[in-house]
């Protein structure tokens, strides 16, 4: 009876430990997430690193189309088909991201000598900027040219500080695309880096040109 009991219980080890050896084997599968950020770009026009104006502004949170609303990276394989990559993530949410690239681009310029406000409800800055992305795909086309295909609109309101009140003062949408050299997300990355950097200094040039007419 003894050695039947013994029997059972080397039976039972043995069970647990190839359930453990198969639940560590399974989770090796799965492949570790790479996590991507934008990366700031010198610009294309170096005089937009001399505007200057006494002035505050305030970055909206960028809104995005409810599709690409998502740290997951998305890929546009065709007309017909977008691959969300589980594995491949931005740093947070894509508008999140360029909203942040976006306040950092204008923040490390100097351009307005109040700051980039964090809040408009303490600060009442001078200006508000609004943008919506459009459109901000990553085209992996097997036939066709690899590119990233960036679409933003911009509003630009002044603050009336009397009323405490923002009226219009220009609208504009910009579009870039910027072709790849391969389809890799690498190759993503650094497009849409180049594209939103381009966007963020054309809708600067844009503002000052418009707040100092």
């Known amino acids: 009876m003894k050695n039947y009991n013994k029997r059972l219980y080397f039976i039972a080890l043995i069970l647990i430990v190839v359930s453990i050896t198969g639940c560590i084997s399974i989770k090796s599968k799965y492949p570790e997430s790479t996590y991507y950020k934008l990366t700031q770009v010198k610009p294309a026009n170096p005089d937009v690193a001399m505007l200057s104006t006494d002035n505050s502004i305030f970055i909206r949170d960028f809104e995005i189309n409810s599709d690409i609303q998502t740290s997951k990276i998305v890929v546009s394989e065709d007309v017909n088909t977008i691959k969300r990559y589980n594995y491949h993530q931005w740093t947070a949410p894509l508008n999140d991201v360029i909203t942040e690239f976006t306040m950092t681009r204008i923040s490390n310029y100097g ?52 009323t405490i009140q923002y009226v219009p003062v220009f609208s504009k949408t910009y579009t870039k695309i910027i072709n790849r050299n391969d389809n890799s997300i690498e190759s993503a990355v650094v497009a849409l880096s180049n594209a939103i950097s381009q966007i963020d200094d054309e809708i600067l040039i844009d503002i000052f040109a418009n707040i100092t007419q």
């Open 111 to 162: 351009t307005f000598k109040k700051g980039v406000a964090t809040s408009i409800y303490t600060s009442n800055p001078d200006y508000v900027l609004e943008c919506n992305i459009l459109t901000c795909n990553i085209n992996n086309h097997p036939n066709n040219v690899n590119n990233v295909e960036v679409s933003i609109s911009a509003i630009l309101q002044k603050s009336d500080h009397s």
